[in-house]
């Protein structure tokens, strides 16, 4: 049996095109046989200092993507099998656009957040907003697709640890779409039978990161690790048979999880 790849067909959805889109369509055409379509939204939202408050912007590309909901996708929807909101850095906070309002609320956001360094903090924050912001325009796309991030994690001069990554990415914000270029968290389950329970973020302090950091460091074969957030411990432990835990950094709910996944016969490690 012959799989075919998909075919990726990009989208021009800012406020200066006029979705008319008759390149991409003629690409689809040339295209030999019906192959799978993933479909690239290219809405701006990748590009530096992207203005997230500027609301006429937000109005232009929500109509695109209504438009592309409404009109193209219907033609297609049978051949899809991915559509694309981002694909660029996951660096939000070197290219977040500042402005009064946003210093406001990063401000208050500080002071309510456990001290976790000041860069981490800040992409936590940045992070916060453009996901919200990505959220909004999801709206719009088709309800049976789920949209897909795609994130380059080398693109930063200052990468992410293995902990403050699987923080960033464990955050709930990202159940409304899927994921790209995050290893630790769509690693296969069948090739990771250790799991570190990431703590919710309120209680994720620069002491309990530090103590997760320590432990992975000291992992001879860190290939076979993946992160579960508190949140998903009940939907995601299968295939978990050790499971590595911080216990003053547990919810109480996290606790019960925890003694679910031991009732199942799942081993539990307090770092």
Not at 106 to 111: A, E, P
């Amino acid at each position: 049996m012959i799989v075919t790849q998909p075919l990726e067909i990009h989208l021009p959805c800012g406020p200066t095109d006029l979705c008319v889109w008759k390149e991409p369509l003629e690409t689809i055409d040339q295209a030999a046989g019906l192959c799978p379509l993933i479909w690239k939204l290219d809405c701006g939202v990748e590009e530096p200092w992207f203005p997230l408050e500027d609301e006429a912007l937000y109005q232009a590309i929500r109509f695109a993507l209504n438009h592309f909901t409404e009109t193209l996708f219907p033609r297609y929807a049978d051949r899809t099998v991915g559509l694309c909101l981002y694909d660029g850095s996951f660096d939000f906070a070197v290219w977040l656009r500042p402005s009064f309002e946003i210093d406001r609320q990063q401000t208050s956001w500080f002071k309510e957040n456990p001290i976790r360094g000041n860069l981490l903090n800040q992409r936590l924050f940045a992070r916060n907003l453009y996901i919200a912001y990505l959220q909004k325009l999801a709206i719009d796309l088709p309800d049976q697709m789920l949209p897909t991030l795609r994130f380059d994690l080398t693109s930063s001069r200052c990468p992410m640890s293995w902990v403050e990554e699987a923080l960033f990415f464990s955050s709930e914000s990202f159940e409304h779409f899927a994921l790209e270029g995050v290893a630790g968290r769509t690693r296969p389950r069948e090739e990771a039978p250790l799991a570190l329970c990431i703590p919710p973020e309120r209680l994720c302090t620069e002491v309990v990161l530090r103590r997760m950091e320590s432990w992975y460091t000291s992992l001879t074969v860190r290939q076979s690790v993946r992160w579960i957030n508190e949140a998903y411990l009940n939907e995601e432990w299968e295939g978990v048979e050790v499971l590595y835990v911080v216990a003053e950094a547990l919810s109480p709910l996290g606790q019960r999880k925890v003694r679910g996944f031991q009732a199942t016969g799942g081993e539990v490690i307090h770092l």
